[in-house]
């Protein structure tokens, strides 16, 4: 990742990466051989799990009773047929009033009360949350996830909220 990525996007999330990350991340920088030891406290953290797709079930209506008005959360799927895992996160908190919620560094995340999550315009699912639906456009998304429009069916949908120490 070159020093400009790292300004725009990783710089912007410095306040939840916090300090001793932060100066691991600069000092890797310059020098690529240094080791990072402010990772270790990752591997030993919990992160509660608010929505589990194959313990709670696929469906909106249990997604927004176990999500909405829960900042500061990750979404991450397991492709379907691939080991593709796809991950977002919401800094804001998941509501189901048909209203879009603007984060600066992550364009539009949003919810509807008739749908689960979706992240930019194209990258959502609808009534059923096992299947999501992708449709590429340039001037939202950085990386081409796939080359056209397409549903892909996901085998698990996991939620869950970061917290501070």
Same mark, same amino acid.
């Given at each position: 990742?070159?020093?400009? $990525?790292?300004?725009?996007?990783?710089?912007?999330?410095?306040? /939840?990466?916090?300090?001793?990350?932060?100066?691991?991340?600069?000092?890797?920088?310059?020098?690529?051989?240094?080791?990072?030891?402010?990772?270790?406290?990752?591997? %030993?953290?919990?992160?509660?799990?608010? /929505?589990?797709?194959?313990? $709670?079930?696929?469906?909106?209506?249990? /997604?927004?009773?176990?999500?909405?008005?829960?900042?500061?959360?990750?979404?991450?799927?397991?492709?379907?047929?691939?080991?593709?895992?796809?991950?977002?996160?919401?800094?804001?908190?998941?509501?189901?009033?048909?209203?879009?919620?603007?984060?600066?560094?992550? $364009?539009?995340?949003?919810?509807?009360?008739?749908?689960?999550? /979706?992240?930019?315009?194209?990258?959502?699912?609808?009534?059923?949350?096992?299947?999501?639906?992708? %449709?590429?456009?340039?001037?939202?998304?950085?990386?081409?996830?796939?080359? $056209?429009?397409?549903?892909?069916?996901?085998?698990?949908?996991?939620?869950?909220?970061?917290?501070?120490?």
């Amino acid at each position: 990742m070159s020093g400009k $990525d790292i300004v725009a996007k990783v710089k912007p999330y410095r306040q /939840f990466l916090g300090l001793n990350l932060w100066d691991d991340i600069s000092i890797k920088i310059m020098d690529p051989e240094a080791s990072i030891s402010s990772l270790s406290y990752l591997l %030993v953290k919990k992160f509660p799990s608010n /929505f589990l797709g194959t313990r $709670d079930g696929f469906t909106y209506k249990i /997604f927004h009773r176990l999500c909405d008005n829960i900042p500061g959360t990750v979404v991450v799927i397991k492709i379907n047929g691939t080991n593709e895992i796809l991950d977002g996160y919401n800094p804001l908190s998941w509501i189901s009033n048909d209203q879009f919620k603007w984060f600066a560094t992550t $364009d539009i995340i949003g919810c509807a009360n008739f749908r689960g999550p /979706f992240f930019g315009k194209y990258f959502y699912t609808r009534y059923d949350i096992k299947q999501w639906n992708y %449709v590429h456009n340039d001037a939202d998304y950085e990386k081409l996830l796939r080359s $056209d429009e397409i549903s892909l069916l996901i085998d698990e949908f996991k939620v869950f909220q970061v917290l501070k120490n």
